[in-house]
């Protein structure tokens, strides 16, 4: 008995999810309310309150489904796995950037009822925090490694590797014909910039010159 109370609340949970996503991608999502969603779903504005507490805790919950399938799970493994801070770094935007495009649609909307909803937006700054957390351990690896910065540049570099890994920075460059691999590759070259780091550049094969190609030619011949 009680599996199938628990089963029947997995679907519901799955169907007012998927409601909810429906219609912050409709057309006038300013109409998103519980009652739109419970409708959608078909269930009672109760089952939704009794499952997600309020409209902050419904989208808070479609925000962890999202992140569950567009691979953020595998941002642990950008910690545990390698001992090179540059790497890790490249990794987490990779991360991030695959996370972003997974669900651009629906995450833009997320984050436009967080600029008119506290509540929602309070969420959204606890996830921003989370991500500016890992930035700042990646940080403090490379300095260790690679490069001391001085007091008043270590704030500006992890503020602006902040920026370079937000929606907003990825969906500003999402355009014009780029795919998730070009927007990855010029993320991942301004965060180099950022913390001081310069690939160091490929020399080129340089042609013989002219009189060893002749002396060259003669031996053939």
Same mark, same amino acid.
């Given at each position: *008995?009680?599996?199938?109370?628990?089963?029947?609340?997995?679907?519901?949970?799955?169907?007012?999810?998927?409601?909810?996503?429906? /219609?912050?991608?409709?057309?006038?999502?300013?109409?998103?309310?519980m009652e739109a969603v419970a409708r959608k779903a078909d269930v009672? #504005?109760?089952?939704?309150?009794?499952?997600?507490?309020?409209?902050?805790?419904? @989208?808070?919950?479609?925000?962890?489904?999202?992140?569950?399938?567009?691979? @953020?799970?595998? @941002?642990? =493994?950008?910690?545990?796995?390698?001992? =090179? +801070?540059? $790497?890790?770094?490249?990794?987490?935007?990779?991360?991030?950037? $695959?996370?972003?495009?997974?669900?651009?649609?629906?995450?833009?909307?997320?984050?436009?009822?967080?600029?008119?909803?506290?509540?929602?937006?309070?969420? /959204?700054?606890?996830?921003?925090?989370?991500?500016?957390?890992?930035?700042?351990?990646?940080?403090?690896?490379?300095?260790?490694?690679?490069? $001391?910065?001085?007091?008043? $540049?270590? +704030?500006?570099? /992890? =503020?602006? @590797?902040? *920026?370079?890994?937000?929606?907003?920075?990825?969906?500003?460059?999402?355009?014009?014909? #780029?795919?998730?691999?070009?927007?990855?590759?010029?993320?991942?070259? *301004?965060?180099?910039?950022?913390?001081?780091?310069?690939?160091? +550049?490929?020399?080129?094969?340089?042609?013989?010159? +002219?009189?060893? #190609?002749?002396?060259?030619?003669?031996?053939?011949?």
């Open positions: *008995m009680e599996g199938r109370r628990n089963a029947a609340a997995d679907e519901n949970r799955g169907r007012i999810l998927a409601a909810a996503r429906a /219609l912050l991608l409709a057309e006038d999502f300013s109409q998103f309310t009672s #504005r109760l089952t939704i309150y009794y499952q997600f507490d309020s409209r902050a805790g419904l @989208l808070e919950a479609l925000y962890n489904s999202i992140a569950r399938t567009g691979h @953020l799970g595998r @941002l642990p =493994d950008v910690f545990r796995l390698g001992n =090179d +801070p540059l $790497q890790k770094l490249h990794n987490f935007i990779e991360v991030f950037v $695959q996370f972003w495009a997974s669900e651009r649609d629906v995450i833009r909307r997320l984050h436009a009822l967080g600029a008119i909803d506290s509540e929602i937006g309070q969420g /959204l700054r606890a996830r921003n925090e989370r991500r500016r957390n890992g930035l700042r351990v990646i940080l403090e690896h490379y300095t260790r490694t690679y490069h $001391q910065f001085t007091p008043p $540049q270590e +704030p500006v570099v /992890l =503020d602006t @590797l902040h *920026m370079l890994t937000s929606f907003e920075t990825f969906d500003a460059l999402a355009g014009n014909g #780029r795919t998730v691999d070009d927007v990855f590759k010029i993320i991942r070259k *301004m965060a180099d910039h950022a913390i001081g780091f310069s690939p160091r +550049p490929v020399s080129p094969i340089a042609a013989p010159p +002219p009189s060893l #190609r002749r002396s060259r030619r003669r031996r053939r011949s």
